[in-house]
């Protein structure tokens, strides 16, 4: 709510009511009679007349104020704001299986993290920053399971992110599973930009849908696949349980397809992305959220409405109930 008067200027009328109220004092103190002595007079106790009599000279005071202030046009405006934006709709569909239990990816100050532990990490950044969008999200492993659909509950969905636990879903890699589950998922969407970030450190080696099958699919719909091939090269770090329930560390190599993610994303129009520690992880979420900004459009304007009618009718009450009561008996008796 904003105020404001069309006509400011009019207020500088204000400064003459000053003046005109010292001429009416002026003439007043003139017209009076003068006694010898009023101490006798000032004895005498005070009509509810006399209390009154400065009234009217209040009320024109009031009621010439309240005029000029309404030929200043006095309004008060409601501003309202339209937002339009293209709207995005991103599912996040992540691998869970148990080779992301590897530690490679961390860095110095977190060397216990494993794969899916930064990768919550890093996605959780990214899933605060995308204000307006409407996100979901997928585990996978052997088979695909939606965690969260689409939803602008950033808390929430950041939530279920972080309750991602590898080796809860049958170990496997499913890729070509996980994305038709994404793809239905976003297949009614209406959303200006549909994407889906797959985020894998395997090859796909269960599920009976081939990657380069369930890509076509994405194509079709209009579903750009970011595909990111995280883990280090090489031998890696892995916990392992041994026979008396222990868990020690054992030096693996994990390959990753990195062929398959590449040619999913040239056939949905995405980009595949090497994320092999900390730093470029949170390089590459950084770049598909510069990819794919919402842009919002912003149009503010203020309806404004009038109270110079409302003004005016006090002010000229004013002055009419001023004369009434400079008529009257207040008006004649000497104060």
Same mark, same amino acid.
């Given at each position: 709510?904003?105020?404001?008067?069309?006509?400011?200027?009019?207020?500088?009328?204000?400064?003459?009511?000053?003046?005109?109220?010292?001429?009416?004092?002026?003439?007043?103190?003139?017209?009076? *009679?003068?006694?010898?002595?009023?101490?006798?007079?000032?004895?005498?106790?005070?009509?509810?007349?006399?209390?009154?009599?400065?009234?009217?000279?209040?009320?024109?005071?009031?009621?010439?104020?309240?005029?000029?202030?309404?030929?200043?046009?006095?309004?008060?405006?409601?501003?309202?704001?339209?937002?339009?934006?293209?709207?995005?709709?991103?599912?996040?569909?992540?691998?869970?299986?148990?080779?992301?239990?590897?530690?490679?990816?961390?860095?110095?100050? =977190?060397?216990?993290?494993?794969?899916?532990?930064?990768?919550?990490?890093?996605?959780?950044?990214?899933?605060?920053?995308?204000?307006?969008?409407?996100?979901?999200?997928?585990?996978? =492993?052997?088979?695909?399971?939606?965690?969260?659909?689409?939803?602008?509950?950033?808390?929430?969905?950041?939530?279920?992110?972080?309750?991602?636990?590898?080796?809860?879903?049958?170990?496997?890699?499913?890729?070509?599973?996980?994305?038709?589950?994404?793809?239905?998922?976003?297949?009614?969407?209406? =959303?200006?930009?549909?994407?889906?970030?797959?985020?894998?450190?395997?090859?796909?080696?269960?599920?009976?849908?081939?990657?380069?099958?369930?890509?076509?699919?994405?194509?079709?719909?209009?579903?750009?696949?970011?595909?990111?091939?995280?883990?280090?090269?090489?031998?890696?770090?892995?916990?392992?349980?041994?026979?008396?329930?222990?868990? #020690?560390?054992?030096?693996?190599?994990?390959?990753?397809?990195?062929?398959?993610?590449?040619?999913?994303?040239?056939?949905?129009?995405?980009?595949?992305?090497?994320?092999?520690?900390?730093?470029?992880?949170?390089?590459?979420?950084?770049?598909?959220?510069?990819?794919?900004?919402?842009?919002?459009?912003?149009?503010? *304007?203020?309806?404004?409405?009038?109270?110079?009618?409302? #003004?005016?009718?006090?002010?000229?009450?004013?002055?009419?109930?001023?004369?009434?009561?400079?008529?009257?008996?207040?008006?004649?008796?000497?104060?």
């Amino acid at each position: 709510m904003s105020f404001r008067f069309e006509h400011p200027w009019f207020l500088l009328l204000l400064l003459i009511l000053p003046v005109w109220g010292w001429v009416g004092q002026t003439r007043r103190l003139r017209t009076r *009679y003068h006694y010898p002595s009023l101490q006798s007079l000032r004895r005498l106790p005070k009509t509810w007349a006399q209390r009154l009599h400065p009234l009217p000279a209040v009320l024109g005071a009031i009621g010439l104020t309240l005029l000029i202030v309404a030929l200043a046009r006095p309004q008060t405006g409601l501003q309202e704001r339209r937002v339009t934006s293209d709207t995005v709709d991103i599912l996040l569909v992540l691998d869970t299986s148990t080779s992301m239990r590897a530690i490679d990816l961390n860095d110095e100050e =977190a060397n216990n993290q494993n794969r899916l532990e930064v990768v919550k990490q890093v996605a959780a950044d990214f899933i605060e920053r995308r204000e307006g969008d409407r996100m979901g999200l997928i585990a996978f =492993a052997a088979q695909p399971y939606t965690v969260s659909p689409l939803t602008l509950d950033r808390a929430w969905l950041s939530g279920r992110l972080q309750e991602l636990e590898s080796g809860t879903l049958p170990d496997g890699t499913a890729l070509g599973s996980a994305l038709v589950a994404g793809v239905n998922r976003l297949r009614e969407s209406e =959303a200006d930009s549909k994407l889906i970030v797959l985020l894998t450190d395997g090859i796909s080696n269960a599920g009976d849908i081939e990657p380069l099958n369930a890509a076509p699919l994405a194509e079709a719909l209009g579903i750009k696949v970011y595909t990111i091939g995280a883990g280090s090269s090489g031998m890696v770090r892995m916990p392992l349980t041994d026979f008396f329930g222990r868990t #020690v560390y054992d030096n693996v190599q994990i390959p990753i397809d990195t062929r398959t993610l590449e040619e999913i994303a040239d056939i949905t129009g995405g980009r595949f992305f090497r994320a092999q520690n900390l730093e470029t992880l949170e390089d590459v979420f950084n770049e598909i959220d510069e990819l794919e900004r919402t842009e919002v459009e912003l149009s503010e *304007y203020t309806l404004y409405t009038e109270h110079f009618a409302g #003004v005016l009718a006090a002010g000229l009450g004013m002055l009419v109930l001023s004369r009434l009561c400079a008529s009257s008996r207040i008006g004649r008796v000497t104060a």
